[in-house]
């Protein structure tokens, strides 16, 4: 047989013969002529059935089909203006390769709409048309454009264990494993490994893997297995450099998605801005414009989702930007590993990237002496020296560094504006959903 093309290669096989397959979209009966309209990754194309055109067996063949059954063509190509996708075949030969049950438990053709449940339970058909191909498509190239700035950065990538003993972030967010007999844990964050291979002499690292959080959060932005992209870089003259590294990471993925998936994007009617120069507010900052709105945030907190949503809108009309880093959060609210200035205890060198209104980073300078860090634990009830292979690091030639997390799935949620995040996610576990 000949090989199979898409639907998008069929206009160089005009008055020639081409094999195309996909599954069956609409099946109309027309008594002389019969039409098939047929759906594969590319497009649509469609199978012209005139009764005197083709044999009385391949004439059949539509009265016992369903929609989203497989099928197989050989035949001749026409460009026909009706058509769907434009292109037609008069089939030689005519295969259904698998029948479908009917009715599909889910519509496929984005006519019905269906409940996000019901769609992540039958999430292959959710997936089962070019809409959700675009999606994934971006989401992929979006890695691929990550990747390619940590290497064009000097960034060594790692991948580190995800079955850890235990992490430094709060342990009320771990997944416990039964560890042939001992406990384990789920890595609630590379946090750990990133630093220690900034310690070991790679100097700068980062790795796009698993993340495990046992948050009972149901919200349209948190999920219990998210793809992490974490950075860690040594070196550092302060907390500046690491959000220098991301704003020039998104600067990068947003241009070439501009460039190269334009017609992804016009799917989701999304023309992100490429940033600029992303402001970096102090929360202080922050919560004096927000006072000035009306939004009052009561000292030591952090900003609530309503605060990061109003922020955002005051910094795009303020300085036309999508992103915005927000600064010196409290040290009451952050972990015991990340710096405080000489000058102001109070707060933290650390910041949360929030673009159109959603975090979606954090990051921070680390303590890197010793008996800083140990102070630091301490005061948070916490025993350094207890986590030994966190606490080794310290001790043997340790550069002052810093680095931060973003979560992938966040990030396409924001880029696509996407109601909730399990829609850019193939197969989203939360608190509730655990299949398929
Ligand atoms: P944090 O806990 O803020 O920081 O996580 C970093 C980023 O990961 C994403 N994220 C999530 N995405 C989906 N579902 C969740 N439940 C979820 N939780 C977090 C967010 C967030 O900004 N070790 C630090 C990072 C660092 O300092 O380098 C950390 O993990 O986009």
């Known amino acids: 047989m000949k090989e199979r093309v898409h639907s998008t290669q069929l206009k160089q096989f005009i008055g020639k013969t081409a094999v195309a397959a996909g599954w069956v979209q609409d099946i109309r009966l027309m008594g002389g002529l019969k039409f098939l309209v047929v759906k594969d990754r590319e497009g649509f194309f469609q199978i012209t059935l005139p009764k005197k055109a083709v044999s009385a067996e391949i004439f059949a063949v539509p009265d016992k089909l369903t929609k989203e059954s497989v099928v197989r063509v050989e035949g001749e190509v026409k460009a026909a203006v009706q058509a769907a996708g434009g292109y037609e075949i008069i089939p030689a030969r005519l295969e259904v390769v698998s029948l479908a049950g009917a009715p599909t438990p889910l519509d496929t053709s984005g006519k019905i709409e269906s409940g996000l449940d019901a769609r992540l339970d039958y999430r292959f058909l959710d997936l089962r048309n070019h809409k959700s191909i675009a999606l994934f498509k971006l989401r992929a190239k979006m890695l691929k454009y990550v990747i390619d700035y940590f290497e064009q950065q000097g960034f060594i990538g790692i991948n580190t264990p995800k079955l850890t003993s235990a992490g430094v972030e709060s342990g009320a967010e771990l997944f416990e494993v039964n560890y042939f007999g001992r406990k384990a844990c789920l890595a609630q964050s590379p946090q750990i490994y990133k630093q220690m291979m900034v310690c070991a002499g790679f100097e700068k690292v980062y790795e796009i893997g698993a993340v495990y ?224």
């Not at 030591?300 to 309503?306: I, T």
């Not at 795009?316 to 972990?335: A, C, I, S």
């Not at 990030?411 to 959903?433: K, M, S």
Request: with cysteine.
């Open 213 to 436: 959080r046992a948050e009972k959060s149901q919200t349209t932005r948190h999920l219990t297995e998210f793809t992490g992209i974490d950075f860690e870089m040594g070196f550092i003259d302060s907390f500046h450099d690491p959000m220098d590294v991301i704003e020039g990471m998104f600067r990068h993925v947003i241009a070439e998605l501009n460039k190269n998936c334009a017609k992804e994007l016009a799917l989701f009617n999304r023309k992100p801005v490429v940033p600029k120069k992303i402001p970096r507010l102090s929360l202080d900052e922050a919560k004096k414009l927000l006072a000035a709105q009306g939004k009052k945030i009561p000292d030591g907190e952090d900003l609530d989702p309503e605060g990061e949503r109003l922020i955002a809108k005051i910094v795009k009309e303020k300085f036309g930007e999508e992103f915005v880093f927000l600064t010196h959060y409290p040290w009451g609210k952050r972990p015991f590993y990340h710096m405080r200035p000489v000058d102001d205890p109070k707060v933290t060198l650390s910041f949360d990237l929030v673009w159109n209104g959603i975090e979606v980073s954090t990051g921070a300078q680390r303590e890197h002496r010793y008996e800083v860090l140990k102070a630091q634990a301490k005061e948070k009830g916490l025993d350094l020296d207890a986590m030994k292979d966190y606490a080794n690091l310290f001790k043997y030639g340790a550069p002052p560094h810093g680095g931060a997390g973003l979560g992938l799935d966040r990030f396409v949620e924001c880029l696509l504006e996407l109601d909730n995040i399990r829609e850019g996610i193939l197969l989203p576990r939360d608190p509730i959903r655990l299949t398929p």
